[in-house]
């Protein structure tokens, strides 16, 4: 008889997980079906997942909206090259987003993910100045950033001990904090030293997430990214988190004044279906492509770039985002979240509580040294998992940002059960 595996040894035996360390590996929980805000395991044990599974989840697991849109699309066409060939999915979906992204935005590239888009971005502007015949090879981004896992994306992210073995390949960039109303002034001196030889800036707007979702403001935001125009330096806005709703508006750029130069999406794109990426951009650095000279076109494509399927996805989850439904969750969202902020405002274990939209964030003091390794994150994080949630804390920083169909209750209930867990822990 050969003896029957459980999922988990037959996944011990041949996955390698993403961000496993050796010795805290835990077993991962087999899922085995997702119902709105739910995940449910082999045993039948329930989850909110109060993290929209790593940010991408819009409208909650397996929605039969999204569901028929795409399956309908597969009877149809599945995938087909995109270079010289198109599809009506992926002319709508263009259409469509440059009518709801920042002014200024006119054409659409497709990718695979985030980490890709921002590739793209990069790419999009280092070949902008070098087909004007005027190179620049610094970048400019935020300390502590985060891009994504590629190459590229690692490379103009903040420098850690996720870079460290990588450090002597990674690209020149100038690293600048978050504004604030004291550091700005010494900030633009900075830029201004550099301008010449800086292509674009980089940064996630409003919400540096992996960074412990660390929030700054949208005013010295604003006056940075002017005074960056005004050095003539390009910029990109990775939206790749924070778009399609998390901040309260569709794009964090709505809530700002200056408008990007290229717009990375990827995560909520598809309401979190599949995987997907855009970059997008303003027709200044598309010109700069349109060429005889065949050294100036970009070249890049991938496999599965305008997949169809992915397209359609993208296109339900944009015609659920719109609907008064979603934008009232969204609303209700912000505001219960405000009321659980006012409440723990005493609170001594809680400090930093910050939130932005549907985005909620707090650093947990226990007296412990903070770090992205601590025992508290571990602690923290199998108590909620006990207790039917899954949050999973960056370090000493709990967050939560939930699907948007998450109900009233089950929001009240993880709220009681953070309350409850600042007595246990
Ligand atoms: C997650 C993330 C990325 C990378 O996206 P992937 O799809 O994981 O490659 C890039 N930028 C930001 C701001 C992100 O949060």
Same mark, same amino acid.
């Given at each position: 008889m050969i003896p029957r595996l459980s999922l988990i040894e037959r996944d011990r035996a041949a996955i390698w997980h993403p961000y496993t360390q050796a010795h805290t590996a835990s077993s991962p929980i087999p899922i085995i079906s997702g119902k709105g805000s739910y995940l449910f395991d082999e045993q039948g044990k329930r989850y909110i997942d109060a993290i929209s599974s790593w940010w991408v989840t819009l409208h909650g697991h397996a929605h039969p909206y999204i569901a028929e849109q795409v399956g309908r699309q597969f009877d149809k066409l599945e995938q087909v090259i995109f270079a010289g060939f198109t599809h009506l999915p992926a002319i709508e979906l263009a259409e469509r987003l440059l009518k709801i992204l920042p002014v200024g935005q006119d054409k659409i590239f497709y990718s695979d993910n985030g980490s890709t888009a921002v590739e793209v971005a990069l790419k999009m502007c280092l070949q902008y100045w070098y087909n004007k015949g005027a190179p620049r090879k610094k970048i400019l981004a935020f300390e502590h950033g985060y891009h994504g896992d590629t190459f590229g994306a690692m490379a103009v992210s903040g420098r850690s001990a996720w870079t460290a073995p990588f450090s002597s390949l990674l690209f020149d960039v100038l690293y600048i904090p978050v504004p604030t109303l004291e550091n700005i002034e010494a900030t633009k001196l900075v830029i201004k030293q550099h301008c010449q030889d800086i292509a674009c800036f980089i940064f996630e707007p409003l919400v540096q997430g992996s960074a412990g979702m660390l929030?700054? !403001? $949208? $005013?010295?935001l604003d006056e940075l990214l002017v005074h960056c125009r005004n050095c003539d330096i390009l910029l990109i806005q990775d939206e790749v988190f924070t778009g399609f709703g998390r901040t309260g508006k569709i794009f964090a750029a709505d809530h700002l004044v200056t408008k990007p130069d /290229?717009?990375?999406l990827s995560k909520g794109l598809t309401g979190g279906t599949m995987p997907f990426g855009i970059t997008s951009c303003c027709n200044q650095i598309y010109e700069a492509f349109l060429s &005889?000279? /065949?050294y100036k076109t970009l070249f890049h494509g991938h496999s599965f770039t305008a997949n169809p399927l992915a397209c359609v996805a993208a296109l339900a989850s944009l015609d659920l985002l719109e609907t008064k439904y979603t934008q009232d969750n969204i609303g209700r969202i912000d505001a219960q979240h405000k009321?659980? !902020?006012? &409440?723990m405002s005493d609170e001594k274990k809680i400090l930093n509580i910050r939130q932005c939209g549907t985005i909620l964030a707090f650093d947990w003091y226990d007296g412990s040294h903070p770090s992205y390794f601590s025992a508290l994150r571990n602690k923290l994080y199998h108590y909620f998992l006990d207790r039917g949630i899954l949050l999973r804390p960056l370090g000493?920083? /709990?967050? /939560?940002? =939930? =699907?948007y169909c998450t109900s009233e209750e089950d929001l009240n209930y993880i709220y009681g059960t953070i309350k409850v867990a600042l007595t246990d822990l």
């Open positions: 929030m700054h !403001s $949208v $005013v010295q /290229l717009v990375c &005889e000279d /065949l009321g659980f !902020s006012a &409440e000493n920083t /709990l967050y /939560l940002v =939930p =699907p």
